[in-house]
């Protein structure tokens, strides 16, 4: 029997959206606090850009050398931000774990922040992702990936080794 | 009795100082010096002579001209200078100038200027030596809270976005930054490093960047509580719109 494409579970998305752009010490304190939530699949960083050079005027290919572009440490990574934390989009198991979500993001953030819940990241292959990943088999359409969270996380087009990591893989393996 | 100019209506904090920027009555809060100013401007080195596009006018032997003979050259266009800019970005949470504003300022009280109001930036191309005088008095005096307002030839982006945690407006090309309490700025304003780091002062705090700001913001003194420029603006649009559109009718 030819399986079909296979969809995640009924999993709840929020976006995080503090009062300001957060410096790298208090999104490394945000995104722990959120990391050590039970019940959090997946975070996804969103923020304003910051570029490793100009990329336009009179000064095109001078370092920017930003002071925020620093390496944190979320759980047992380690990953450079290359952007000021604006939001994160958290996705849970379930309704339960709104709450200490939520108390998670007030230890966290030093100021006022918005918590909204939504659907910020799919679900679902796309068109786009089989393209790049393809079907497992020919009797097998689900989409080849080994970890389906990895869907919607990154741009398609995007290397996922710059822009993707897997925190506490060696706890469950 | 002598004639004076009105500027601008209303009773509020923010219409009056939408009126000094317009008359130039401003408060001048700290001192740049013209080198430093040159150097975070970027066109040309510290301390070297203005290039110029053509002789000085006085060497060209201008045509006879009754309008030349009216109208005063500016010190930058009798010496022949290049047309140089300087752009400003000042963010919507509560600047002391915005766009328009500076536009304003510039198109009133400063001769040989060519104002381009964007949305959240305005450049202002000028003579060089001109551009220098009228960015020093923007620079120096209230229209600018340097945590708030950059100086930036490109990448301007900044004036929409949240402030960062210490309180200044988002700078994706780290041209000034926050040390300590005041704002340094070690690169000129389209992002190249120089060979200085210019001390621009402290920034505003939140309170007086509110007591100063051009900005009618629903959380500081709201647009619809000025009855008087509600008119105005009403009139303007009314006017505008009547006549503006279709003029012989």
Request: charge should be negative; charged fraction near 30%.
């Amino acid at each position: 029997m030819v399986r079909t494409v296979s969809v995640t579970d009924k999993t709840i998305q929020v976006k995080v959206f503090p009062a300001r752009l957060l410096q790298p010490e208090t999104a490394e304190k945000l995104l722990n606090e959120i990391d050590r939530v039970k019940g959090v699949l997946r975070m996804l960083i969103g923020g304003k850009n910051l570029p490793r050079k100009i990329t336009c005027g009179p000064g095109t290919g001078a370092d920017v050398n930003h002071p925020d572009m620093r390496v944190i440490h979320v759980g047992d990574q380690a990953f450079e931000l290359h952007v000021m934390v604006g939001h994160v989009i958290v996705e849970v198991e379930d309704e339960s774990i709104l709450e200490p979500l939520k108390q998670a993001c007030e230890r966290g953030l030093p100021f006022s922040f918005e918590f909204r819940r939504g659907f910020f990241i799919k679900k679902k292959a796309t068109l786009t992702d089989y393209g790049k990943y393809g079907f497992r088999s020919r009797t097998d359409e689900r989409i080849n990936l080994d970890d389906e969270r990895m869907l919607g996380m990154i741009d398609p087009h995007a290397k996922p080794e710059e822009r993707f990591c897997i925190i506490g893989a060696e706890e469950e393996s | 009795m002598a004639y004076k100019p009105q500027y601008y209506p209303g009773n509020t904090s923010v219409a009056e100082n939408r009126r000094k920027h317009m008359s130039n009555n401003v408060e001048k809060l700290r001192d740049i010096s013209d080198e430093d100013l040159t150097a975070i401007l970027g066109h040309r080195a510290p301390g070297s002579d203005y290039p110029s596009t053509h002789p000085p006018l006085a060497e060209m032997g201008e045509p006879e001209c009754s309008v030349r003979e009216v109208v005063e050259p500016t010190p930058g266009a009798k010496a022949g200078d290049r047309i140089r800019y300087s752009q400003f970005s000042d963010s919507m949470y509560n600047a002391p100038s915005t766009p328009y504003w500076r536009s304003y300022h510039a198109a009133i009280n400063f001769r040989g200027v060519d104002p381009g109001t964007l949305s959240g930036r305005q450049v202002n191309e000028m003579r060089e030596r001109d551009m220098e005088a009228y960015t020093k008095r923007q620079a120096e005096t209230e229209m600018t809270d340097w945590g708030l307002s950059g100086l930036r030839g490109c990448t301007v982006h900044g004036h929409s976005l949240r402030l960062q945690e210490d309180g200044t407006m988002f700078d994706m090309l780290d041209r000034r930054r926050l040390e300590g309490d005041s704002i340094v700025m070690d690169k000129d304003q389209v992002g190249v490093p120089i060979d200085r780091k210019v001390n621009l002062g402290k920034p505003m705090s939140e309170a007086e960047a509110a007591k100063r700001t051009t900005f009618y913001r629903v959380d500081n003194v709201a647009f619809r509580s000025d009855a008087e420029v509600v008119e105005h603006v009403q009139t303007v649009w009314e006017r505008r719109t009547r006549y503006g559109f279709k003029p012989q009718a």
